[in-house]
């Protein structure tokens, strides 16, 4: 199932890229992750009292990826970088980092708390920053932007949380459908690389020089200092669980916001980081089932030697 999913993805990027005419589907980019953040909202439980310090120092690292990123390249003259640092590093936690929290056998509430002081604090902060980081201030963006989050935030929550008490057995339906999120995710992803595919193909002559790779190592730089700085900041005790939800990101979220706001060009960054931090999950649970193994060996090993003796 892993090597279907991972072939899927690939499928995604690919088809994109020789879809470009499937621009033209880019609205349905909203409502493919209004559908995702309501299967998420189902399994999440509101409860401020599960949120540690860490998880508020996360919050605060998250804002200083993304705006001393975006600082860094508006002092290099770089607008195009600098937006694809901020869109890149403000990325709050991804839905799917407690489940890949879970299968490195650490802490999923520690990851759950994570993902609802991310999400819900940028969201707050969001309509602050975004118009900072685009260069257009004005109100009528401030209020564009918190439309937007009300429509792709605010309704899986409102709908989520009133089904949840009514009838509490609708949380077991992510698990049920759990094939269907991730394929609507896939669909997103295919919508989103057409969008930037149609953008390259007629802007091609007005890029600058070098400027994909330029997107793709950035991206890979923040991606690094997201999965090192969260490691950093959980200490001994929840360092694996830290540096996963600081660099797992909710990418389709800042793909939409940056297509939205900014360009399909920009929208470039975090769309590399899906390959980037999935990559590093993929060695991450590759690396823990060989210690498994090895472990079992060990263990086979010492009670054939037990029984020997």
């Known amino acids: 199932m892993a090597y279907l ?16 005419w499937a ?30 310090v860490h998880h508020l120092i996360i919050l605060l690292a998250n804002i200083a990826v993304g705006m001393g ?24 936690t991804a839905t799917a980092a407690p489940v890949i929290v879970g299968l490195l056998g650490e802490r999923v ?20 920053l975004i118009p900072i ?5 004005a109100p009528t ?3 564009d932007v918190i439309g937007s989050l009300c429509i792709v935030v605010g309704i899986p929550v409102a709908l989520a949380v009133p089904l949840r008490k009514l009838y509490p057995a609708a949380t077991e339906l992510p698990k049920r459908c759990k094939n269907l999120s991730f394929f609507t995710w896939v669909a997103a992803i295919f919508l989103i690389i057409a969008n930037a595919s149609q953008f390259l193909r007629e802007q091609q002559a007005n890029l600058p020089p070098g400027i994909l790779w330029k997107i793709a190592v950035v991206s890979l730089l923040i991606c690094i200092v997201n999965f090192a700085g969260g490691r950093m900041i959980g200490g001994k005790k929840f360092f694996r669980e830290s540096s996963q939800v600081l660099g797992q990101k909710n990418t389709t979220l ?9 360009n399909p060009l920009i ?25 498994e193994r090895k472990k079992r060996r060990r263990v086979t090993l010492l009670k054939k030697t037990q029984g020997n003796v």
């Open 5 to 20: 999913r991972n072939l899927a993805l690939f499928g995604a990027f690919i088809a994109g890229y020789f879809c470009p």
């Open 23 to 52: 621009a033209s589907l880019n609205w349905l980019i909203r409502w493919l992750i209004v559908g995702m953040m309501f299967m998420v909202m189902l399994q999440v439980k509101f409860t401020v009292r599960s949120i540690r």
């Open 69 to 92: 990123g975006w600082g860094i390249f508006m002092l290099a003259g770089n607008r195009e970088l600098a937006e694809v640092a901020f869109f890149t590093g403000i990325t709050p």
């Open 109 to 128: 509430d520690y990851a759950v708390s994570a993902f609802l002081a991310t999400n819900l604090g940028m969201a707050v902060l969001f309509p602050f």
């Open 133 to 137: 980081a685009i260069g257009n201030p």
């Open 141 to 143: 963006v401030f209020a």
């Open 254 to 262: 800042t793909i939409f916001l940056a297509i939205t706001y900014a």
């Open 267 to 291: 929208a470039l960054g975090p769309t590399f980081y899906v390959i980037w931090h999935n990559g590093w999950n993929a060695w991450q649970l590759q690396m823990r089932t060989f210690r």
